[in-house]
């Protein structure tokens, strides 16, 4: 078997074009695993125990949109605030208690449905 050196120019080519592709698979199997397993082990935005969480965001126009955050207090209740946000300031819109138990929240559709289909008249009242 030859020397590298006497692989010339097409197998120098050859080799590092190889090692790129071992550097690039090496970079996208981090990328996966740190997708996979870096929320459960804290990782990124869903994993971290911060004090604030943006629960909902919706753009009003060009660099002005409403944004629902969670602002989790270790001391009382959590609460949802609304903030208009624009280029220039960020004002909160209002408040309101987050509910307990996320999974046990109904939407709009639902509740409004439950409403309107009870007999008695309940929809009324």
């Not at 590298?4 to 970079?27: E, K, N």
């Not at 609304?82 to 509740?111: C, K, N, R, Y």
């Amino acid at each position: 078997m030859p020397p590298a050196s006497d692989y010339g120019l097409a197998g120098a080519a050859l080799h590092m074009g190889l090692a790129l592709l071992v550097i690039l698979a090496l970079i996208f199997a981090a990328y996966w695993v740190l997708r996979r397993f870096g929320p459960k082990l804290g990782l990124g935005p869903a994993g971290r125990g911060g004090m604030l969480r943006i629960m909902s965001h919706l753009s009003l126009g060009p660099r002005k949109s409403i944004i629902v955050v969670r602002f989790l207090n270790g001391k009382s209740e959590p609460k949802d605030l609304v903030l208009g946000v624009t280029d220039h300031s960020i004002t909160l819109l209002t408040e309101d208690d987050a509910p307990h138990d996320t999974a046990a929240a109904t939407d709009f559709a639902a509740a409004l449905a439950d409403k309107t289909s009870r007999p008695g008249g309940d929809a009324a009242s």
